[in-house]
């Protein structure tokens, strides 16, 4: 049964830094090769994607209004995906989910839509202040 667990949110001031964690039971990252996210909601708003990775190797890509703000990275030792956030703005603040994929998808090409992604955790709260 795989399980994901989040972590490392909470209240930061605009210009901070938080890393998130995403604990991962029920598959291995040295065995597998599928698609991991991170998407965040903010008040009132849709959920979206603002990062992925292939687990296994095959790239990341980000959405623009986190690129180059944002980290996303796998710890094969720990089975954890990573979201380093640096340079946080108001805009951030949000509840953030990670979320894999089942073993078959594969490439970022195949990952663009939430509805493929199975596998969510609790989620994790983000508050950024002015």
């Known amino acids: 049964q795989v399980q994901l667990s989040e972590s490392g949110g909470g209240s930061v001031q605009a210009g901070g830094s938080l890393r998130l964690s995403c604990a991962v039971s029920g598959f291995r990252f040295t065995s597998t090769s599928r698609c991991m996210a991170w998407f965040r909601q903010p008040p009132g708003k849709e959920r979206e994607v603002i990062a992925r990775?292939?687990?296994?190797?095959?790239?990341?890509d980000y959405v623009d209004s986190v690129k180059g703000r944002f980290t996303i990275s796998q710890e094969n030792a720990e089975n954890a995906l990573y979201l380093q956030m640096d340079s946080l703005v108001p805009e951030d603040t949000a509840i953030y989910y990670c979320?894999?994929?089942?073993?078959?998808?594969?490439?970022?090409?195949?990952?663009?839509?939430?509805?493929?992604?199975?596998?969510w955790g609790q989620g994790t709260q983000v508050t950024v202040s002015s």
């Open positions: 979320a894999a994929t089942g073993p078959l998808y594969r490439t970022l090409s195949v990952c663009r839509e939430s509805s493929v992604f199975a596998y």
């Open positions: 990775t292939v687990i296994g190797g095959g790239g990341q």
